[in-house]
């Protein structure tokens, strides 16, 4: 079965930087869109960015300029690099990726921005 592994979250300062990164690993056909998600309570998981198998990128709004989403091939991983991080930012971060004809979530690594 395939299985997401997220690191990289932590506890930082507003301005200052994270990397994400969300490791596929198992029996993986074909990724055809990896993407980054966060989840405030109460609320539906919302995209961050995500980058479909030919490589195209797609931002929402709030992050726009500030964070990139990037991928290796090689080793089935997807990053995300948050730059000037805002309190707003925090959450859990998930990671999710369709392969094939499935959709894999990953279990969610913390985020938190704070002064």
């Known amino acids: 079965q395939v299985q997401l592994v997220e690191s990289g979250g932590g506890l930082v300062q507003p301005g200052e930087s994270l990397r994400l990164s969300c490791a596929a690993s198992g029996i993986i056909y074909r990724i055809r869109n990896m993407g980054w998600y966060r989840q405030a309570p109460g609320n539906e998981r919302e995209l961050v960015a995500d980058?479909?198998?030919?490589?195209?990128?797609n931002y929402a709004d709030p992050v726009k300029g500030r964070f990139t989403i990037s991928r290796d091939n090689h080793k089935n991983t997807v990053y995300l690099q948050m730059n000037g991080l805002k309190p707003e930012d925090t959450t859990v971060y998930y990671c999710?990726?369709?392969?094939?004809?499935?959709?894999?979530w990953g279990q969610g690594t913390q985020v938190t921005v704070s002064s």
């Open positions: 980058i479909t198998g030919g490589g195209i990128t």
């Open positions: 999710k990726m369709i392969s094939g004809w499935t959709t894999t």
